[in-house]
């Protein structure tokens, strides 16, 4: 069963860069079906879509976000990461990664890692 | 970018009686080659991941209970629980993905119990 987990520091200060990876397990990143995801959700607020990644490395990013997000892969770990720079107390989420299936049959973002809280403070 | 509207931002339903959310797009997410409708519809449970309920519009996810169910083409969609149950609380939240890679989220309504 595909399992997905993230990891990071949960405390990242203003102007600096917030760092996460993605594990994935019970499964290779590396298929042509799939896109690898990062969604973030503020406290109280909705899920925003960060950006998406294809094992070959392909990148996609939100626009309002794509000036300060890096999004890259390591297939050798079964891993990606995602980036982005100069962060404010905006920044302050539950970070999620997600897989993106884009079959004929299923379409969405099946599998879900359980969410990692990152807060923007001095 | 494609916007997506939902509403209302929350109701609240008595047990057994239907919620309906409503999601507009700002542009038709139905992709003409293969008349299929590129919208999904999640779960989310306090503390938890969203969940994929339902995609291409109307197709439930594997093990999703049929009281779950979706409809609408283009740019109108609704989605609904045809009797609340006390486990269906959570916050809904519709997503295109005619931009796919690229993908936008609905601000999400809020379901409670009357």
């Known amino acids: 069963q595909l399992q997905l987990q993230e990891s990071g520091p949960g405390l990242v200060k203003p102007s600096e860069t917030l760092s996460l990876t993605c594990t994935v397990s019970?499964?290779?990143?590396?298929?042509?079906?799939?896109?690898w995801g990062w969604v973030r959700q503020p406290p109280g607020k909705g899920l925003e879509w960060i950006g998406n990644?294809?094992?070959?490395?392909?990148?996609y990013y939100n626009p309002s976000l794509e000036s300060r997000v890096t999004i890259f892969v390591d297939t050798s770990k079964n891993q990606f990461s995602l980036r982005l720079s100069s962060v404010t107390a905006a920044d302050t989420a539950v970070y999620y990664c997600?897989?993106?299936?884009?079959?004929?049959?299923?379409?969405?973002?099946?599998?879900w890692g359980q969410g990692t809280t990152v807060t923007v403070s001095s | 970018d494609i916007v997506m509207t939902q509403s209302p931002d929350s109701l609240a339903v008595s047990l057994g009686e239907r919620a309906t959310i409503n999601c507009k797009s700002s542009q038709s997410v139905l992709y003409s080659s293969n008349n299929k409708n590129y919208l999904a519809w999640y779960q989310q449970k306090p503390g938890q991941p969203p969940k994929l309920l339902i995609y291409w519009a109307s197709i439930r996810g594997s093990g999703v209970p049929d009281r779950f169910s979706g409809s609408g083409s283009g740019t109108d969609f609704t989605f609904t629980i045809s009797s609340l149950q006390a486990e269906d609380v959570a916050v809904y939240y519709c997503q295109e993905y005619y931009s796919t890679p690229a993908l936008t989220f609905g601000g999400g309504t809020k379901v409670e119990i009357k």
């Open positions: 019970g499964g290779s990143i590396s298929s042509n079906l799939y896109y």
């Open positions: 990644i294809y094992y070959s490395g392909t990148t």
């Open positions: 997600a897989r993106l299936i884009v079959g004929a049959d299923l379409y969405g973002m099946d599998v």
